[in-house]
């Protein structure tokens, strides 16, 4: 990953649309690392901020996971699988 990445390599990047992204910076939870002047000025972000973005949502996901699980079933999410024992993902 480049140091500095588009609104549109963010969005790919979370798995989000462009417009979630804008929301994200709306809310403060991705700042931005440069905007471009003008109205509909291009939003970079430095990529160390989207890695760790990514991280505390597949965090949060993991977790919510593990509270709405049954032990031993298994947990379908997009192509991943997960088996679930004792309240644990593994």
């Known amino acids: 990953m480049s140091d500095l ?3 549109a390599q963010a969005a790919q990047h979370l798995r989000l649309s462009r417009r ?3 929301r994200l910076v709306e809310s403060g939870d991705l700042p931005e690392a440069h905007r471009n002047p003008g109205v509909t000025g291009a939003r970079l ?5 989207v890695e760790a973005l ?3 949502r597949s965090h949060k996901h993991a977790a919510a996971i593990g509270e709405h699980a049954i032990d031993g079933h298994v947990v379908v999410d997009g192509d991943e699988l997960t088996t679930v024992v004792t309240g644990h993902a593994s």
Do not use: E, G, K
């Open 45 to 49: 972000f430095r990529a160390s901020d």
């Open 5 to 7: 990445l588009t609104a």
């Open 20 to 22: 979630q992204i804008h």
């Open 54 to 56: 990514a991280l505390a």
